[in-house]
T-cell receptor, first 112, second 116 residues
Framework: DAKTTQPTSMDCAEGRAANLPCNHS???????VYWYRQIHSQGPQYIIH???NNETNEMASLIITEDRKSSTLILPHATLRDTAVYYC?????????????FGDGTTLTVKP | NAGVTQTPKFQVLKTGQSMTLQCAQD?????MYWYRQDPGMGLRLIYY???????DKGEVPNGYNVSRLNKREFSLRLESAAPSQTSVYFC???????????????FGDGTRLSIL
């Protein structure tokens, strides 16, 4: 599976949109982009995934560039409870999740 | 709806002691996983089980053994605990990939293990 690169940390003002970037320049055509987050002391929580189209659910939106080499997770109205470590993972289609790894992620701090 | 349940939540061991961490899921998932997370770092996969009766090594399997007892339960055993195994251990499960090959993982809340 392709490696991902994320900034170590980011800040966001409460109520504003949080845009978290992820670089996956070596992604191949059959690899999906997944996002998880980990709130302090809890287990990681699945957020969203996508292949090439932009995706939206009740938690977030995922924007994938046309060349698929990078993506952005958008939390449209960040709250203090969105403060967490966010992980971007690339995983091959129909491959067991155990074959992909979590990196160090981006620590997002939402400030009042 | 419990999801993934891990026991115990906290444990302190002495070097050389043995211990089994328990994990159970109630979502009828086929795949289960064990990760460790050291302070300030991401998760590293120890072992995973793609289905009942099968297990595979992950990134950091040394010093650990696993047992997929049945579809619900996946245990992690430390035979002779070492201070380097002090960490937070997370268990996860996932369903079969859907028609698009997607397989989100669901995590437990972790076991905090300290080895003195």
């Amino acid at each position: 599976d392709a490696k991902t690169t994320q900034p170590t940390s980011m800040d966001c003002a409460e109520g504003r949109a949080a845009n978290l970037p992820c670089n996956h320049s070596t992604i191949s055509g059959n690899e999906y982009v997944y996002w998880y987050r980990q709130i302090h002391s809890q287990g990681p929580q699945y957020i969203i995934h996508g292949l090439k189209n932009n995706e939206t659910n009740e938690m977030a939106s995922l924007i994938i560039t046309e060349d698929r080499k990078s993506s952005t997770l958008i939390l449209p109205h960040a709250t203090l409870r969105d403060t967490a470590v966010y992980y971007c993972i690339v995983r091959r289609y129909n491959t067991n999740a155990g074959k992909s790894t979590f990196g160090d992620g981006t620590t997002l701090t939402v400030k009042p | 709806n419990a999801g993934v349940t891990q026991t115990p939540k906290f444990q302190v061991l002495k070097t050389g002691q043995s211990m089994t961490l328990q994990c159970a899921q109630d979502m009828n998932h086929n795949s289960m996983y064990w990760y460790r997370q050291d302070p300030g770092m991401g998760l590293r996969l120890i072992y995973y089980s793609a289905s009942e009766g099968t297990t595979d090594k992950g990134e950091v399997p040394n010093g650990y053994n696993v047992s997929r007892l049945n579809k619900r339960e996946f245990s992690l055993r430390l035979e002779s605990a070492a201070p380097s195994q002090t960490s937070v251990y997370f268990c996860a499960s996932s369903d079969e990939p859907d028609s698009l090959g997607n397989q989100p993982q669901h995590f437990g809340d972790g076991t905090r293990l300290s080895i003195l």
